[in-house]
C-alpha cells in the first residue's frame, strides 16, 4: 500500500489530496501528521516538509510531481482538464499573500483539524508562523478587517474560473492549482466570497473530495 503524508490545511498537500480522491486512486493509505512531527519526515526525505509520497520503497516530497505521479496511477476515465494560462490566480494572490496569512494562520490551530490535536503541535506552528508574519496572532485577529478588506479586493478582481459543471463535471490542473489557497480562506468568518467563485468552490471541493472550512469558520 502507498501512503500520503499530509497536512488538511496545507495548500500544496490539498493539491495531492485532490488528484489522489478524483483520480480514485487504489491502496492509498492518507496519513496526517502532527505539525511538530519532524522524525517522520526526516525519516522519509531527510527534512520538515510535507506532502510526502510513499510508493513502492520510494519517497518523493513536491507537490505537483506527487500529484502528476497520482495522476497516471488513478482512474484513466477520469481525466483532469490541462492548464489555461488565463485562469492562473496564483500571480492575483501573491501580492496579497501576507494579508492571506494573517487571516488564516491564527485561526487554522482552532478548528479541530488531526495536525493541531496536540498541545506542543499548536505551540510549533504558532511559533513558526508569528516568525513569518512579524506580529503575534492576536495581533494578525485584531487587524482582520484590513487584511479582510484586501482579500476581498482580490477576490473581486479575479477572472473567471471555469465550473468543473460546465465540462462534463472534470477537474482541470487549474482547479487543482487554484483551489488550495482559496479554500484556506473559508476559515474566516464573514469573508465576502463572489457568488461565481462561492459556485466554483463548492463544485471543485464535491468532485475532489475535499471539504470547505465554512461550517467552522472563526
Known sequence: MSRLYIYDHCPFCVRTMMVAHYKQVSDLEQVTLLNDDEDTCHR??????????????????ESMAIAKLLDSLGAAERVIRPLQLSEAILPRLQPVQAHSWALTFPRVTRIGLEEFA??????????????????????????????????????????????????????????????????????????????????????VAELSGVSLYFDRAI
Not at 140 to 147: C, F, K, R
Request: hydrophobic share 45%; with cysteine.
Open 44 to 61: 522519509l526525505i531527510g527534512q520538515k516538509m510535507v506532502p510526502i509520497f510513499e510508493h513502492q520503497g520510494v519517497a518523493i516530497a
Open 118 to 203: 496536540t498541545e506542543s503541535a499548536c505551540a510549533y506552528f504558532r511559533n513558526k508562523k508569528e516568525a513569518l508574519l512579524g506580529c503575534s496572532f492576536e495581533q494578525a485577529l485584531a487587524e482582520t478587517d484590513t487584511h479582510k478588506a484586501a482579500i476581498e479586493q482580490m477576490l473581486a478582481e479575479l477572472p473567471p474560473l471555469s465550473l468543473p459543471s460546465a465540462h462534463g463535471n472534470t477537474l482541470s490542473w487549474n482547479d487543482v492549482m487554484n483551489f488550495p489557497p482559496l479554500r484556506g480562506l473559508t476559515l474566516v468568518q464573514g469573508l465576502t466570497f463572489p457568488p461565481a467563485v462561492l459556485q466554483w468552490l463548492d463544485e
